[in-house]
């Protein structure tokens, strides 16, 4: 449920950035140049596959693999963490070319991202948490609510950024 | 005052009794789950907001009865003015169905309690201080003055400066949180909590309109939220969303509040239609006309009302395809609301209706609420609307769909389930008093605003100029607004004297249809000592004259009556049909609702105040009660 | 006592109908009013109004007829008469036969008037006073400006500042004044006439006090308006109007206002070239007289609280003479 509200948010985040855009004589506006692709398109591989070893710890746990379902959580939140660094350099090193107070196109740019970012970081703390919880042996084969709802949380985050990826990325290059 | 004995039904439920009863004294009070609690906690929350936005109102009648008045100055005009929409719309009208809602859906589904009760109170105190919050602007003289709907770029920092429009932005949002999880506790109690045997087909219309509401209220909020912290953003953080001096668009706010200002007062319609169908079916003790039908109308109505927001917008010059569809859809959305209205007339006729005080209220609800959705329809047409739009027309308009179709169910539903929440009966006579001048007094305020909108006269004006022909409509508008207040203080006098009265209500004062009916008045904390056994739409209406409601006390050879552990147990069904039951554990009363809800109101005045030092406390209280959320025995 | 009850209800709804459709036809008579249209465009929406009204009013009797029938009338047997053919005939029929009509109609209302051989407005929203130029003319003036009968006047609306919004009901539907946006509206006057609007969207402090009047001029008038209006101030001819002029373009006037042919070129406030033809001053606050315009110079807050013109301190004859000077703006 509180996924459908968190993914309506973001289609209207969406929905302003396109509308702006379509209001603005140029875009970006002010003569920003446009996001550059290639980091931002390894880090967006990245994240995507960290869902392969998410659901593969879901599963490895209901198997009961204990081991297994903790490598794999280990795994996903390192790649995580790694697209989350890339973000934030991405973030410093815009910082001198465009800020959120340059025009709308910049307050749009680091709102989406960086509230995709926010949820990036409560997802890896919902895995974060689970993955304690596996190692403490509070959660198994036969108690995997919170590992379910958390992968599935996961999932989601990774189709927002598909979803944001598309549209301040790639739709600037080929519009 | 002491609450009336809920009476016993055998030694076996006095263990339930303690299990389930709260802990003494004010822990108890900010402990609480009980969804009874939270309703009623709700209740007194909104209808104080509902007095309050009311002298709101009078004032602003009182300044408006006479041109080139100087009651009230331009500033304090302009603040009560947004004070008196922003708290009837969002601190009223929508936490009034909280409060029903919360209150009934659990009883009429024959459930103990929501799905997830510390959530549930977590809404409540989200709610209260969010109005506490949006209120303290009073105290620092900086109150919200843009209208309730704050458009930019008049609400951006260049144009509002101070706080006062901050207040309004972050309060909103702040809100925002609690309606939203009520949304999702609602949907989730009435597809999994639902008692066995009550199948989609077999639910009360009232709970069909909230399941109605909550669905609505999932994905439009996300867009007032992101109105709020996007203006927000605008003026504290120097940001240009709505600044077209920065490549942002006035408009887009206009886009992002109406995508959620529309739905809302379908949000605020839709469920008062539930109470008028439990109502009308009580007081004419017949089955509502064309169940199927009336559901059909509810979900049409809520899906179609999402697409309708750019109506707001007519006078924005819009292309001619985009204003005719939103122009069609608007029209179109008078069809399902027609049908529920027919639906009532058919019921209404098949058997004389007894005029207790809430059918009273019902009529009340059909006259003004089929006068309010006719000038809808003229409205919508984009013309007219261009026309009269931002007119006290408009204004008229509103006034007679909100009161018409959502105040004066409310009331019904008061007077209604009364007896049912407090064990006493009500007094015969206030309440037909109260609804005479409610309703004479809202004709004589509000018609008289059409024909100010026809000749001219915009909304939002503090005063104006005499020999325009305003002002004999505006003085009787006035002096309805008196009537009208005496109806509501009436209302007011009956709740206490009732309550004082103390005249014992029995368990079905009414003779309705559905299970709320069943238990004592008020319920015991527990609700149902065993799940009840529904085989209808009607499950009362099924019973003979004497016989009890059966229920079943064991799951799969577990108890629901006997705990060692003192545990909460509640039953969970399937989704479709409502078979297949298991037994759950609820969550027992604890703090961390509450310290969670303050923890996000001290963040919110850090934000209000650019204190990072409150951030970080708040950020640290509400992440330290999330993290211990779960936990705690009672 | 049910039935007596029931009865008094009705008469008191009756007796409330008639009050109300008195209380609309006597409306219709006021000026300033959408039911007294003076341009094609607002003759289609008071056609379209009265026949809403119309339908209204139908709809609305059937259903009061239905209710009363259920106080008094006998019960309906649900197989019969009852039951879904109501929901299906009044719920569905009935409102999608009114629905596809006004669909129909308003498709029909919208269509565009605009037609060759108009003249251009251009139309420009301030806190709390409105701009009008007439692009391809020297002419700009504030608060009051002139049509012609019978052409096509189109005016293209926008904000410097908030958003308001053009509402001269007399004359057509309402057009938001949206900064960042350029909105049209399209007038075909058709009988002189002086016609009074209001700010139709809230801008603020002094929304309420932001009015505007239009006047609707035969051709040849409207022509030898224009003209005057394009052409600088004439120079002031008493001597006590040329200290006045002084004491404008000396004093903080000159920073705010423009009178086309002084050196006075401000615009924060409205052009003031003309500003002795005008009926009123500051939007509609005050009517234009000498008394009236010292009050204001002096004292605008105490008019118009928030408008952007401060209190000016002058001796009483500067006042007196500057006064002279811009009623002598004609």
């Given at each position: ?49 960290s869902?392969?070893?998410?659901q ?14 903790v490598?794999?959580?280990s ?17 410093v ?6 800020r ?15 509230l ?40 989601f ?14 739709s600037v290059?080929?519009? | ?53 009311g002298?709101?109102?009078m ?33 009223f ?7 029903f809602?919360?209150?009934l ?5 024959g459930?103990r ?23 303290a ?6 109150v ?13 920092s ?6 006062g ?42 709970v069909w ?53 529309h ?15 439990m ?43 985009v ?19 027919f639906a ?17 209220f ?13 000038t ?59 609804f ?10 509000f ?7 026809i ?18 409509m ?54 149902f ?31 629901l009556?006997?705990?060692?552990g ?69 | ?17 008639t ?22 465009e ?8 009265w ?24 019960p ?5 008469a009852?039951?879904?053919s109501?929901?299906?005939?009044g ?6 036969t ?6 129909g ?18 139309a420009?929203?301030?806190q ?31 904000s ?25 509206l ?28 239009v ?36 004093e ?5 206002h423009t ?22 001053l ?17 004292n ?10 401060p ?20």
């Open positions: 449920m509180a996924i459908l509200t968190e993914a309506t948010l973001f289609a209207l985040l969406l929905f302003s950035y396109f509308y702006l855009w379509s209001q603005s004589a140029q875009w970006p506006q002010g003569g920003v140049e446009s996001p550059a692709l290639l980091g931002v398109s390894l880090r967006t591989v990245l994240l995507l596959a869902s392969i070893p998410a593969l710890a879901e599963r490895s746990l209901k198997r009961g693999d204990r081991r297994s379902f490598r794999y959580l795994m996903a939140l390192v790649m995580a963490g790694i697209f989350l660094i890339g973000h934030i350099q991405d973030n090193r815009d910082w001198h070319r465009f959120p107070s340059t025009n709308a196109y910049g307050s749009l740019f680091y709102t989406i991202t960086n995709h970012a926010l949820h990036l970081v409560v997802g890896m703390t919902f895995l974060g948490f689970v993955l304690v919880r596996g190692l403490r042996g509070t959660v198994d084969s036969r108690h995997h609510r919170a590992v379910e709802v958390a992968v599935l949380y996961w999932h985050v990774d189709v927002v950024w598909i979803a944001v990826f598309s549209s301040l990325y790639l290059r080929f519009a | 005052m002491t609450a009336l004995e809920p009476r016993l039904h055998g030694a076996e439920t006095a263990e339930l009794e303690r299990v389930w009863r709260d802990r003494p004294g004010i822990a108890g009070w900010l402990t609480t789950v009980d969804h009874k609690r939270i309703g009623k906690r709700y209740f007194v929350t909104a209808f104080t907001f509902l007095l309050i936005g002298l709101e109102a004032l602003l009648r009182a300044q408006l009865a006479s041109p080139e008045n100087d009651l009230l100055g331009p500033d304090r005009y302009n603040q009560l003015m947004t004070m008196h929409g922003t708290t009837m719309i969002l601190l009208n929508t936490p009034m169905f909280a409060a809602g919360n209150y859906v659990p009883l009429q589904i459930a309690d929501m799905a997830f009760p510390r959530l549930n109170a977590l809404s409540y105190w989200i709610f209260l201080f969010s109005g506490l919050f949006m209120y602007s009073f105290l620092t003289g900086a919200p003055n843009g209208g309730w709907f704050s458009y930019a770029p008049l609400t951006a260049e144009f509002s400066q101070g706080h429009l901050d207040f309004w932005a972050i309060g909103v949002t702040f809100l925002g949180i609690s309606t939203t999880v009520g949304g999702v506790n609602f949907i989730v109690t009435i597809l999994r909590m639902r008692t066995p045997g009550m199948s989609f087909n077999r639910m009360p219309l009232f309109s909230i399941l109605t509401m909550a669905m609505m209220i999932l994905f439009a909020l996300p867009s007032v939220t992101l109105a709020g912290v996007l203006l927000e953003l605008d003026r504290s953080f120097g940001m240009h969303f709505f600044d077209p001096g920065g490549g942002g668009d006035p408009l887009l706010y206009q886009h992002l509040f109406w995508i959620w200002g739905p809302e007062v379908y949000i605020v319609f839709i469920p008062a239609t539930g109470i008028i169908s109502v009308i079916a009580a007081m004419v003790r017949r089955p509502i006309v064309g169940y199927s039908l009336v559901v059909a109308a509810l979900v049409a109505t809520g899906f179609i009302s999402f697409g309708l927001w750019l109506h707001h917008m007519f006078a924005t010059g819009l292309p001619f395809l204003a005719s569809f939103f122009s069609a859809a608007s029209l179109l959305v008078a069809i399902p609301s027609g049908m529920q209205i009532w007339l058919a019921t209404m006729n098949e058997a004389r209706p007894r005029f207790d005080t809430p059918m009273l019902a009529i009340g609800f059909i006259v003004t609420f089929v006068i309010g959705g006719i809808g329809v003229m409205v919508a047409v984009v013309p007219w609307d261009q026309a009269i739009t931002d007119s006290y027309f408009v204004v008229a308009h509103f006034h007679y769909v909100l009161i018409g179709g959502s105040v004066m169910p409310i009331l019904a539903g008061v007077y209604f389930w009364y007896p049912k929440v407090t064990g006493r009966m009500m007094t015969r006579h206030l309440g037909k008093v109260a005479w001048l409610i309703f004479v007094g809202m004709q004589v305020t018609f008289p605003q059409h024909i100010l909108g000749v001219g006269m915009p909304r939002r004006i503090y005063t104006y100029h005499r020999g325009l022909g305003w002002d004999l505006n003085r009787i508008s006035s002096i309805g607004a008196g009537v009208l207040a005496l109806g509501f203080l009436t209302v007011t006098a009956d709740l206490v004297v009732s309550w004082r009265r103390a005249q014992p209500a029995p368990n079905d004062p009414w003779g309705a249809e559905t299970l709320e009916w069943s238990i004592s008045s008020p319920p015991p904390d527990y609700n000592a065993g799940y009840p056994l529904v085989g209808s739409r009607q499950p009362m209406w099924d019973l003979e004259p004497g016989e009890t409601l059966a229920t079943e006390t064991e799951v799969g050879g577990e108890s009556v006997h705990d060692q003192g545990h909460h147990h509640a039953w969970v069904t399937s989704v479709l049909d409502a078979e297949a039951v298991e037994i759950v554990t609820m969550p027992t009363p604890a703090y961390w609702p509450l310290f969670l809800a303050f923890g996000l109101l001290m963040l919110s005045v850090a934000t209000l105040s650019q204190n990072v030092v409150v951030a970080l406390l708040g950020g640290l209280l509400t992440a330290y009660s999330f993290y211990r959320w779960h936990g705690g025995a009672s | 006592m049910r039935l007596r009850l029931a009865r008094s209800r009705t008469t008191l709804v009756r007796a409330g109908l009050i109300a459709l008195a209380s609309v036809l006597a409306g219709c008579d006021e000026a300033h009013s959408v039911f007294h249209p003076r341009t094609t607002a003759r289609r929406v008071a056609f379209l109004g026949l809403m009204i119309g339908i209204a009013t139908a709809v609305f009797l059937l259903v009061l007829a239905l209710l009363v029938r259920s106080f008094f009338g006998p309906l047997r649900r197989r019969s009852g039951g879904t109501w929901i299906a005939s719920g569905i029929a009935l409102p999608t009114v629905v596809i009509l006004l669909s109609l308003t498709v029909w209302a919208m269509n565009d008037t605009r037609t060759g051989g108009g003249i251009e407005i251009s420009i929203g301030h709390y006073w409105w701009e009008i130029r007439y692009p391809g003319t020297a002419a700009v003036t504030g608060n009051e400006f002139h049509i012609p009968v019978g052409r096509s006047v189109h005016l293209s609306i926008t410097t500042d908030v958003i308001h919004s053009l509402w001269v009901p007399e004359l057509g539907p309402k057009r938001d004044m949206i900064p960042g946006h350029t909105t049209e399209t007038w075909h006057a058709d009988e002189p006439g002086t016609f009074r609007g209001q700010c139709a969207e809230f801008c603020g402090l002094q929304h309420a006090e932001m009015a505007l009047i006047v609707a001029d035969p051709p040849e008038v409207f022509d030898r308006w224009l003209a005057t209006q394009a052409a600088d101030a004439s120079a002031p001819s008493t001597a006590v109007a040329q200290r006045g002029e002084q004491v404008f373009t000396t903080p006037c000159a920073a705010c009178v086309r042919g002084s050196v006075a070129t401000g615009t924060v406030g409205p052009d003031l070239t003309h500003f002795g033809s005008r009926a009123t500051g939007a509609g606050v005050l009517s234009n007289n000498a008394e009236h315009v010292a009050s204001w110079i002096a605008a807050q105490s008019f118009k609280p928030g408008s952007l013109m209190p000016i301190d002058l001796s009483a004859d500067e006042v007196r003479d500057l006064t002279a000077y811009l009623e002598g703006l004609r």
